[in-house]
């Protein structure tokens, strides 16, 4: 949640009760990736959020929210992976392929969170390229310092 206020930006993240109460009990977050997969990624895309907004306001360059859904499904599945790198097809195909939205949502929420699964999913396709862990963090660190627009045009092209 984001509010601005006279003195800057209010931020909190928001994790349902019952997800932390799960994650508290999974003992590590490879546990929590491996046996709690919702509850890990609920909280994992918070975080995400969180730092996205928070890096976007100190550079003072605006966010939208295709941005922050696609920044989180990365986030989902690069933390996933981290955890458990043999298991990587498995963590794209649940987030990217099996992946269903939740009833209620509008069309334009539904098309924003099908646009951003479609554009973190070709993006992250393309991550098993990098020969080990350290070459995977820097693609990471180029992905995170570009800017919105760019980040969306990378992902774009991917998806084409």
């Given at each position: 949640?984001?509010?601005?206020?006279e003195?800057?930006?209010?931020?909190?993240?928001?994790?349902?009760a019952v997800?932390?109460?799960?994650?508290?009990?999974?003992?590590?977050?490879a546990?929590?990736?491996?046996?709690?997969?919702?509850?890990?990624?609920?909280a994992?895309?918070?975080?995400?959020?969180?730092?996205?907004?928070?890096?976007?306001?100190?550079?003072?360059?605006?966010?939208?929210?295709?941005?922050?859904?696609?920044?989180a499904?990365?986030d989902?599945?690069?933390?996933?992976?981290?955890h458990h790198p043999?298991?990587?097809?498995?963590?794209?195909?649940?987030?990217?392929?099996?992946?269903s939205?939740?009833?209620?949502?509008?069309?334009?929420?539904?098309?924003r969170?099908h646009e951003?699964?479609r554009?973190a999913?070709?993006?992250?396709?393309?991550?098993?390229?990098?020969?080990h862990?350290d070459?995977?963090?820097?693609?990471?660190?180029q992905?995170?310092?570009?800017?919105?627009?760019?980040?969306?045009?990378?992902?774009?092209?991917?998806?084409?």
């Open positions: 949640m984001a509010r601005p206020t003195e800057g930006l209010d931020l909190a993240i928001y994790v349902a997800h932390l109460e799960v994650l508290e009990h999974a003992g590590s977050l546990e929590a990736a491996h046996s709690h997969f919702r509850a890990f990624c609920m994992t895309e918070g975080v995400s959020h969180f730092l996205m907004l928070v890096e976007r306001a100190r550079r003072e360059e605006p966010v939208t929210m295709l941005e922050l859904e696609a920044q499904e990365v989902k599945f690069v933390s996933a992976r981290l043999l298991r990587t097809s498995e963590w794209w195909v649940r987030l990217f392929r099996d992946a939205l939740m009833d209620g949502l509008d069309s334009d929420e539904a098309h969170y951003a699964g554009l999913a070709a993006f992250c396709s393309t991550l098993d390229e990098a020969p862990v070459a995977l963090l820097h693609l990471l660190r992905f995170w310092r570009d800017s919105g627009a760019k980040r969306l045009e990378r992902m774009r092209r991917l998806a084409a």
